[in-house]
């Protein structure tokens, strides 16, 4: 599985962090980073980004940052880049296509969407070192007031902080849709027992803990409020303690609604056609899952404790308990993280997505190599993917290299047959068109994202999304009706061919 478990311009403008624009007196451009002395390679990845795949035979065509902004219609991206375990250097760029956007600069926050969980994760694993939680004791002890529906939970195995933030604690796997601004916000009970005028289902445990992994959201509102119930304290208050303030993420907080005042350096969130959500962004009350206001900078910061750590010279995290959760993987999976390994190189990468926001990081723990992007527009997973793929080439990493393929040529009256509703290892609803006038096939998931579709040379029906690599193959063995994706096989709902 990847992101889906865890489950992207001539008139453009940079807002960047250079001298004449710390010198413009726009508030929180000295919070950029390096930009003078990274300038080569700055320059190397703002105008050499390419695309995850590299189709055999054909010339490469490489593109600057500002012409992805434009070419996706995302508004802005906060970028900071990290080398050998420092950070090399920070900016923020916004396509001048928007033209109501306002002026954003390093210290503009966005919805850091799925990163939350990695921070939350780190924050309860130093409350572990210092005695104040059991990762491993059931967690129905810690609670108050919600007593967990009976499920495949027992005695002898049941659901523990452990569990919920590995993605094995068996409760029912999601993510969460978000609020509207202009409504009241429901508590983390509400959201726990599925509460009238709550958008996500009341939790259960509908696997035997530790057996399946599984992303679930609801898993980290229920640790969220097992923590508050063992503080006393208010969500926000516990990580600005236990992590936020330690790391240094000076601009970071969990705090659901923003004040006022923070509203103000806040990116607003935009979707697929160029719209801003209504109100700017929606509102996450499931904190813990999706709730951290962050900036690239801060969050490179977190990623190089983590890095310090595994080094063994973090004075907060020590190196055996970054060292003992690397040795929980499963499935290419540790505590949220995917993690990746090449030669002598050590990998973790995070993504996450909420309405209006497309964000990820990722850091070598052998080299300290790594990069944090944050995008406010659901267009923003593809240039992501590119945004690693060219810090790559630019900076030598063992991970994230392209892929060569041998484009082919499909007919029109096959890719049209693929058109259709598939359900995707037995859970998510994923759909299949086909654009007449281009002859293209794209995969439409649940979040809103879509591939566009390239047919390849392979063994079945194979296609690839050059953006990020995903490769989709449709199966001889019954007539093209299923596919394969990320391993798992998706199977035809219907037979309605679908037009776009």
Not at 171 to 176: E, T
Not at 348 to 358: C, Q, S
Request: glycine content about 8%; aromatic content about 10%.
């Amino acid at each position: 599985m990847s992101r889906v478990l865890l489950y992207a311009f001539v008139f453009a403008s940079v807002s960047s962090c250079t001298f004449e624009n710390r010198e413009s007196g726009i508030p929180g451009q000295e919070d950029c980073i390096g930009v003078e002395k990274s300038s080569e390679r700055k320059v190397q990845l703002e105008q050499g980004i390419r695309e995850q795949v590299k189709f055999l035979g054909e010339a490469e065509v490489l593109n600057s940052i500002m012409d992805r902004l434009s070419a996706y219609n995302i508004p802005a991206l906060s970028l900071a880049v990290i080398n050998e375990g420092k950070i090399d250097w920070s900016d923020t760029y916004q396509n001048a296509n928007f033209t109501k956007i306002s002026p954003l600069n390093c210290s503009s926050i966005f919805q850091a969407a799925s990163l939350s969980k990695p921070v939350t994760f780190l924050a309860a694993l130093r409350m572990q070192a210092a005695g104040r939680i059991d990762l491993d004791k059931n967690i129905q002890e810690y609670l108050k007031d919600f007593v967990i529906p009976q499920g495949k939970q027992t005695e002898e195995n049941p659901v523990t902080f452990r569990n919920i933030f590995s993605h094995t604690s068996g409760i029912n796997p999601g993510g969460y849709e978000g609020y509207s601004r202009n409504v009241v916000m429901p508590s983390d009970l509400d959201v726990l027992r599925g509460s009238a005028g709550v958008n996500s289902p009341a939790i259960e445990v509908i696997a035997p803990p530790n057996e399946t992994l599984a992303y679930s959201g609801g898993g980290y509102t229920l640790a969220e409020l097992a923590l508050q119930d063992i503080f006393n304290e208010a969500f926000p208050d516990i990580m600005q303690k236990w992590i936020l303030a330690p790391v240094g993420m000076d601009h970071s907080e969990f705090t659901q609604p923003l004040s006022a005042l923070d509203s103000i350096r806040a990116a607003k969130g935009y979707t697929q056609s160029g719209a801003v959500i209504e109100g700017g962004w929606r509102n996450y009350p499931e904190q813990a899952a999706a709730g951290l206001w962050s900036t690239s900078v801060d969050l490179a910061r977190f990623l190089i404790e983590i890095y310090e750590a595994y080094q063994g010279n973090s004075s907060i995290l020590s190196q055996s308990q970054i060292r003992s959760i690397l040795s929980d993987e499963r499935d290419g999976h540790v505590y949220g993280f995917l993690l990746s390994r090449s030669e002598d190189d050590l990998t973790i990468t995070h993504y996450g997505g909420n309405a209006g926001y497309r964000t990820g990081m990722t850091i070598s723990l052998t080299s300290g190599n790594g990069l944090v992007y944050l995008i406010n527009s659901d267009n923003g997973a593809a240039l992501g993917n590119e945004l690693f793929l060219s810090a790559s080439q630019v900076y030598d990493w063992k991970q994230f290299r392209q892929t060569n393929v041998q484009r082919k040529q499909v007919e029109p009256a096959v890719l049209r047959e693929l058109s259709g509703e598939y359900k995707w290892n037995n859970q998510i609803n994923l759909s299949v068109t086909f654009d007449e006038n281009n002859n293209v096939v794209s995969l439409h998931f649940p979040n809103g994202d879509e591939y566009k579709l390239v047919p390849i040379t392979g063994e079945e029906l194979d296609f690839i999304h050059p953006n990020t690599g995903v490769s989709v193959s449709f199966l001889k063995e019954n007539n093209f009706q299923s596919f394969t994706l990320y391993g798992q096989r998706a199977v035809k709902l219907n037979t309605n061919v679908k037009m776009r």
